[in-house]
């Protein structure tokens, strides 16, 4: 049978652009001990979140629609970040406004510009919607906004991606780093600042909003810091004529009124976020600790993993193969020069321990 694809489905690989610990666990018919693999927290959601969860529950919450215009979190977004609530869309994720922004900004055939290795979610959008990408290197483990910005200029890219903290590296630029990126747009492009892990960054890694800039976007998400990657909400800042573009095309339900609830809560629990964040301080402390009593090399992080460097990719490959196979779900970065490292996520203090056991134990000559 041939089902009438559009021409840009059938000019698509199959292809998994994420093998999930689930699917791990199916095949070889065994739970893993450690996940450290995903970047999702080892720590928790809010309390409060978790009891506006069960009070709306209680009253029967998700039997109805969430609120479309998602009004109560983006007026307090906007409070946090000093904006207003008509520079802010609600989503299912980063994952789902970077696929929104694809849609709404990028024609087929037009060329969009990342990093050789960088979050592979974007490029999976782009080929989605049959933009062309074209990638500039990673310098020295971190993205490079000159490089980003020279390649942009030079292909007349629509869309120019960075992540800052990067993943899969862990590296991170500061502010003024990123704000003279900003700065250096060419007029035919536009920013997309990918900021999910800015959280466990220190101050000086974010810019200030301006969202007088039509030529930029910022996404964040309550996937990682927060604790609610399994709830699917994030959001992005722009201009409000972009965010008028995203109104025209978003799913309204994409995101949840549990995840909205949650979210809201999460924001008035003052707590939460600094008891996190040291949670993450002491977890990087303690893979850095690991690294240096085994001789390694490792990224200083800026996000709740730490890039360790085993020197070749073969050795990289077969740690990662061997710690999956003895319950520990990692990942490492895919292509070369990046792919010789592996990514430790920071875990629970047993997580990391089942770590440094069968790391020491699939290492050992
Ligand atoms: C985890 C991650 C995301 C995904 O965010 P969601 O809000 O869960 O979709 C986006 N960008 C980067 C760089 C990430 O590492």
Known sequence: MTIKFTRQVQSLPASVPFVGPE????QSGQTFLARIGANESAFGISELAANAITD??????????????????????????????????????????????????MEPNDVVVTSHGAYPTFNYHVSGFGGTLKTVPYKNAHESPEDLLAAGEQHRARLIYISNPDNPMGTWHPATTIQAMIDSVPEHATLLLDEAYIDFAEADAAPAFDTSNPNLIRYRTFSKAYGMAGMRIGYAI??????SGFNRIRNHFASNRLSQIA??????????????????????QRVYDFAQERSLTFLPSATNFVAVDMHTADKAASVLAELNRCRVFIRKPAVSPLDRFIRVGVGTESEHNTFVTEFDKATKS
Request: glycine residues 10%; charged residues 20%; aromatic residues 4%.
């Open 238 to 243: 722009a201009h409000e004529d972009i965010i």
């Open 263 to 284: 979210a809201l809560a999460s924001l008035g629990d003052s707590a939460f976020l600094p008891k996190v964040l040291s949670e993450v301080q002491q977890g990087r």
């Open 23 to 26: 699917t791990l666990e199916r």
């Open 56 to 105: 709306s529950l209680n009253k029967g919450g998700c039997s109805w629609y969430c609120d479309p215009e998602n009004h109560e979190l983006r007026s307090a977004l906007a409070l946090k970040h000093g904006v207003s609530p008509g520079c802010i869309c609600v989503d299912g994720g980063i994952d789902a406004l970077l696929g929104l922004t694809v849609r709404m900004l």
